[in-house]
């Protein structure tokens, strides 16, 4: 079955740039899309077809999908990104989810 | 606004089946797939399956076929997952998710607010 990795965890200071990858077998010849989790909600959507931000997500939020690997960039990182990250594929009609990347912003 | 409801939790005993509705409102219900996601504590995210609620079609993931069913009530914009045989890894939060696009194959706009699942003896 295909698989999605991501790092568990990423540090970032205030106002600096945030990257989360997320690699997989030929997975920039997919739509990959990112999700953001807070303590206790429903994950939110923040990127989809790679690049595109949903309506209401702010410009710091940005998407590339090239290679083996997708990544995730939240530029001027805010203290309220800090939550859990997962990005998504689809392979063989199966929605397939990384294992999510704990951001800290500190 | 667009929003999906979930049914409340519930407490099951290992072997017995569970029924978690999910209700939509601010658009049109059989123009988006649902599907239905779960999450243990601590864990990551499950996808479980799909439903198109135009036609009632169904894909599950391999995990969970022959213990899962997923229906639709369009007369009161509702989606069902019914899961059999439940275990106590079955403990988590389940989700409905909406379909960005009309495929099915593509990322989850709308997610409802998570149904606790628990199953105890």
């Known amino acids: 079955s295909y698989e999605l990795t991501q790092p568990p965890s990423v540090s970032v200071s205030p106002g600096q740039t945030a990257s989360i990858t997320c690699s997989g077998d030929k997975l920039g010849d997919k739509y990959t899309c990112w999700y953001q989790q807070k303590p206790g909600q429903s994950p939110v959507l923040v990127i989809y077809?790679?690049?595109k931000r949903p309506s209401g997500i702010p410009e710091r939020f940005s998407g590339s999908n090239s290679g083996n690997t997708a990544t995730l960039t939240i530029s001027g990182t805010q203290a309220i990104d800090e939550a859990d990250y997962y990005c998504?594929?689809?392979?063989?009609?199966?929605?397939?989810f990384g294992g999510g990347t704990k951001l800290t912003v500190l | 606004q667009v929003q999906l409801v979930q049914s409340g939790a519930e407490v099951k005993k290992p072997g017995a089946s569970v029924k978690v509705s999910c209700k939509a409102s601010g658009y049109t219900f059989t123009g988006y797939y649902i599907h239905w996601v779960r999450q243990a504590p601590g864990q990551g995210l499950e996808w479980m399956g799909r439903i198109n609620p135009h036609s009632g079609d169904t894909n599950y993931a391999q995990k969970f076929q022959g213990r899962v069913t997923m229906t639709r009530d369009t007369s009161i914009s509702t989606a069902f997952m019914e899961l059999n045989r439940l275990r106590s890894d079955d403990t988590v939060v389940y989700y409905c998710?909406?379909?960005?696009?009309?495929?099915?194959?593509?990322?989850?706009?709308?997610w409802g607010p998570g149904t606790v699942v628990t199953v105890s003896s």
């Open positions: 077809q790679d690049t």
């Open positions: 998504q594929t689809w392979d063989s009609s199966t929605a397939v």
């Open positions: 998710a909406r379909d960005v696009g009309s495929s099915g194959g593509n990322a989850f706009d709308i």
